[in-house]
């Protein structure tokens, strides 16, 4: 017979991991890059999206700890970084191909184009939805699309689950799990991670 662990367990466990794995979260930081950064795009007319931790964060998920993450199309990225630069912030030329960065005082701002090997697309900014995040009104990514892509990174040089769920938790409700499990079914780990949320009954 399997032990069934006693009642909240899991609670303390991912509150625990929560607690380790955010130890540095600056909030005010956050919604201040997040500021600059919407601002900065929107006044240069720069179509975009929130994605990622800071999307997250848009729908009341817990904080990211270090970057803001963005999508744009591939020929929309001179644009974005031109736009950043000119309110005063820093450009950086990365060695991965599917993103580039800009640094807002500390904070890193992720330019990303070509998310898991897919590229961004007009109709894939379109699916955005506008939300206040803090002080400011942004488009941010639909939470299905955003735990498609948290799930399709996973590997065997990256499968840290317990950093997942709390992202799983707060977003669940908005989550259409069938279409998570659709996208990402030729990924072990990230059907190890839905079975994990099934368990856990959270999905």
Request: glycine share 8%.
């Amino acid at each position: 017979m399997i032990a069934t662990p006693r009642a909240g367990y899991y609670e303390a466990m991912t509150a625990q991991a929560v607690h380790a794995g955010d130890p540095l979260a600056d909030e005010e930081g956050l919604q201040r890059t997040i500021t600059e950064v919407v601002s900065a795009l929107g006044g240069a007319e720069v179509p975009f999206a929130l994605t990622g931790g800071s999307a997250v964060y848009g729908r009341g998920g817990p904080p990211t700890t270090h970057d803001v993450d963005v999508l744009v199309c591939p020929e929309h990225v001179d644009d974005a970084v031109r736009a950043l630069v000119e309110a005063g912030m820093r450009a950086e030329d990365p060695p991965e191909d599917w993103l580039t960065k800009v640094y807002c005082g500390e904070w890193m701002v992720d330019i990303i184009f070509r998310p898991n090997e897919r590229p961004v697309t007009e109709a894939v900014l379109a699916s955005a939805e506008v939300l206040r995040v803090g002080s400011m009104t942004a488009p941010v990514m639909p939470a299905t699309c955003l735990l498609v892509d948290k799930l399709l990174v996973l590997g065997p040089h990256r499968c840290d689950l317990a950093e997942l769920l709390p992202v799983a938790r707060a977003l669940r409700e908005q989550v259409d799990w069938s279409e998570v499990a659709g996208q990402t079914s030729d990924s072990p780990y990230a059907a190890a991670f839905l079975l994990l949320l099934e368990r856990l009954h959270i999905t």
